[in-house]
């Protein structure tokens, strides 16, 4: 066993895609296990709603002019 984790997998990652490692505090952990519970997802999956409910958001208000 690795004397420290590998904050990184180590199988290679698909195509156009990459992984990545957050580091947060166990209160931004519990809201986010708690908001992913709500939306009856992972972690990940709820993560990744964010991130594409953000894309829309912004290519949204750019199309306003905003």
Known sequence: MDPLPRPMPTWPTPEGRRCIT???ATEHVEHLDSQAAYYGCTRVAY???LIVDDI???AKAAASGL
């Open 56 to 58: 829309r958001r912004q």
């Open 22 to 24: 957050l580091d947060l």
């Open 47 to 49: 993560i990744r709603r």
